[in-house]
DNA sequence: CTTCCGTGCTGAACCGGTTGTGCATCGTGA
DNA sequence: TCACGATGCACAACCGGTTCAGCACGGAAG
């Protein structure tokens, strides 16, 4: 009777077997009313709380959900869809009393993998929410094989069997090429994130659709890495351009940061000059100079929203539709006309 | 022989009885070489992993640690310590076959006990990373009671027994003024955040030790909580003040950034007219303008040391030492010489 | 040839829950 | 009055590991 109360303790206590505890708690079996009524008395009052390994154990359930980040060190501190992501998903899973075994991995691809590997292999989690989905991605073959439930952070482009929750990113880069186009910029080029990742492949489809939609002529794409390094690299490439593009669409706040300083290290003037706009929002983003305008997502709500499907998944329910999420354009300082024609 | 292959596979595969299986993978009772080898070779080639939850059940450890963040909604996406003091920590206990159950809270401090709550109550944990203390901390309490290990990350400033693993914060303040006084200023001011978390209380009473080491004049210290809206509110009242300071230290990035922008927004220039430090590093601090001079931690160290204290106190090992890291502070644009006195 | 000990393995109990089966007991209807 | 079903609970098996006690066997010592 040291350490955490245990359901015989329990029993014992309320001079009934282990099995009417069991039933009295559960509410399943048959079981008298004042027993039910002794039994949560006297659990109440030892503080008993089930132990979630032992009720794993009979069940073959985990009641926990994996999750597996995979970051450059260069963006592990500065990524604004980390941390809400993952505190929406909590908020969720907590009330319904699962837990969540995340992992955080600076690194590339293999250790990636190895770290799927360990969450599922060790028969710790019940299912999976799968993060930056590649173009061609092995895990989700992997995942099926195992028999291991999951739902995509954002739709694969190819039909995947398993349920998504995903932000309409192809909304977002209209609602900025549509904010650019009606401020009169007609040179409109992007910096993109990397390519291998879906959401990569789906923006850069939608710029170009986008720009189609408003009669403009095909942008520009640098291809970039979403460091800021890159991003200073990308302006730097569109600058040199002729004619010079007079908006610039980057696909996180980061790069959109470190792309205004290096046009203002080269003297070219946001927005003046050039208009700027992230694809993502940060905290920071108002607070810069000038403030950056851009495409913001309730990460918090698709975190919560990505929970509830996957633990749906679980209970085995038929499968739920696609969740899609919209994202909202917040125009702050970034953006303005282009400049007159020289 | 459907799903995960368990230990008693193994032995009917093997030949054996699973007592020997499970002697022949732990390498721990008598068991002829003959038949490990056989045992080994069987449990490989049918992908054998043991279950977490088994063996959690009757060794009555769970292998696995706690770990609860709190913040405001507006701090979440911006904080550089979260993700990659996570990723410090998974990258340890993953070699140890440890897995973190992480919690993040959008809000309070009611949430957060019940955050701590559901992790220890079911059982799910062997150990706690205590972050974010506070002067008197009641999480300190309830964990000593339920006799669980716990590691505090940061130093509490009354002796706690139990370890710690900590940034110097003051030496951190102490490097910041050195800087600014090498180069010439006499009136530094701090804008601080939560005063009620040990390192804001630590970091002013070093922020004053500083000073005084340098025979400087106690500085203005400007109550903030971290966020952008209050590091631009203790900019204004620091620059209404007279004398005006020439220097401010603020105690994170957000908070410097967006002093920055309301220093600009009034027509001073930083650094000419005031210098300006932040006490945490951010990949977004390069790229802003000017450049942010900011004190930088080795965040995924203090990560792993954490893990590697929290695993050695569950071992049951005699009373780890506390750690202390030290920062080391990057000189970037925002701090330069006075202005000449007018 | 017996005694004794070390080796190598098996059987069983146990961790803390869930759940199926079975045995009293009671009330009801014929 | 007896058969019968419903109710309320106890017993035991089971989930997948760990670990203790004990048995059979072999070699060495007396």
Redesign the pocket.
């Known amino acids: 009777m040291q ?2 109360p ?3 303790d329990v029993a014992q206590a309320a ?6 505890v ?2 009295a ?2 509410g ?9 009524e002794r039994v949560l008395a006297v659990a109440a009052e030892l503080g ?1 709380q ?2 979630q390994q ?2 794993g ?4 359930r985990t009641y926990a959900v994996g999750l597996v980040f995979a970051r450059p060190a260069e963006l592990i501190g500065a990524d604004p869809f980390f941390a809400p992501f993952i505190a929406g998903v909590e908020a969720e899973l907590s009330h319904h009393k699962y837990a969540l075994l995340s992992q955080v991995i600076v690194g590339g691809e293999a250790e990636e993998e190895e770290g799927y590997r360990r969450l599922v292999s060790g028969g710790r989690v019940d299912g999976m929410i799968l993060t930056d989905l590649r173009d061609i991605d092995p895990r989700i073959g992997l995942l099926r094989d195992l028999g291991m439930p999951y739902v995509a952070v954002g739709r694969p482009m190819q039909a995947i069997d398993g349920p998504a929750v995903s932000n309409d990113d192809s909304a977002s880069v209209t609602a900025a090429v549509d904010h650019l186009a009606d401020l009169g910029h007609q040179r409109i080029a992007q910096v993109s994130g990397s390519r291998a990742l879906v959401h990569g492949l789906e923006r850069e489809r939608a710029f170009h659709r986008a720009l189609a939609a408003r009669g403009l002529y095909a942008g520009t794409v640098i291809p970039g890495d979403f460091t800021g390094q890159s991003g200073a690299e990308g302006m730097c490439a569109l600058l040199e351009l002729s004619p010079r593009p007079t908006a610039i669409i980057f696909a996180n706040g980061l790069m959109a940061i470190a792309g205004m300083q290096e046009a203002a290290r080269q003297g070219v003037s946001v927005p003046a000059d050039v208009s700027v706009v992230a694809l993502d929002d940060n905290p920071i983003a108002p607070f810069v100079t000038p403030a950056l305008t851009a495409v913001h997502t309730d990460v918090l709500l698709w975190g919560s929203l990505s929970a509830r499907t996957i633990m749906a998944c679980i209970e085995g329910e038929p499968d739920t539709a696609d969740v899609v999420l919209t994202s909202e354009l917040v125009v702050r300082g970034s953006t303005a006309p282009p400049p007159p024609p020289a």
Not at 15 to 20: F, L, N, T
Not at 28 to 36: D, K
Not at 57 to 60: P, T
Request: charged share 20%; glycine share 12%.
């Open positions: 350490g955490r245990t359901i015989n001079g009934v077997s282990k099995s009417a069991s039933y708690l559960s399943r079996g048959r079981i008298g009313a004042e027993t039910r008993w089930p132990s032992a009720r154990l009979s069940s073959s």
